[in-house]
């Protein structure tokens, strides 16, 4: 399985940002997709994921903000990021679980916030 990540970018305060994750590969083998942020100096952390089934859970930090969203005849999963703060500023990785075991990670791509 591979994960192409795309959507970053520099975006002010309060604005909106749709981060994608395409997978290829043995895609059957893909349970759960989630994105994951590191800012600088910071241990990579869990922003949001989303099961085979739809099953959604999200960091306290950015519920009722950002949406995570999974097109599987498309392959993809979505991050839609509204009302965004200079705090989420970091480089946002894409993730997925595989079955029976095993995980991939997409390379990253930096959303800044900033005015």
């Known amino acids: 399985v591979q994960l192409q990540a795309s959507g970053g970018g520099l975006v002010q305060p309060g604005g909106s940002l749709r981060l994608s994750c395409a997978a290829s590969?043995?895609?059957?083998?893909?349970?759960?997709m989630g994105w994951y942020c590191q800012a600088p100096g910071k241990q990579r952390e869990l922003v949001a994921t989303?099961?085979?089934?739809?099953?959604?859970s999200y960091a306290d930090s950015v519920k009722g903000r950002f949406t995570i969203s999974r097109d599987n005849a498309k392959n993809t999963a979505y991050l839609q990021m509204n009302s965004l703060k200079p705090e989420d500023t970091a480089v946002y990785y894409c993730?997925?679980?595989?079955?029976?075991?095993?995980?991939?990670w997409g390379q990253g791509t930096q959303v800044t916030v900033s005015s």
């Open positions: 993730n997925a679980l595989l079955n029976p075991y095993g995980q991939r």
């Open positions: 590969g043995s895609i059957f083998s893909i349970n759960t």
């Open positions: 989303i099961t085979s089934g739809g099953s959604i």
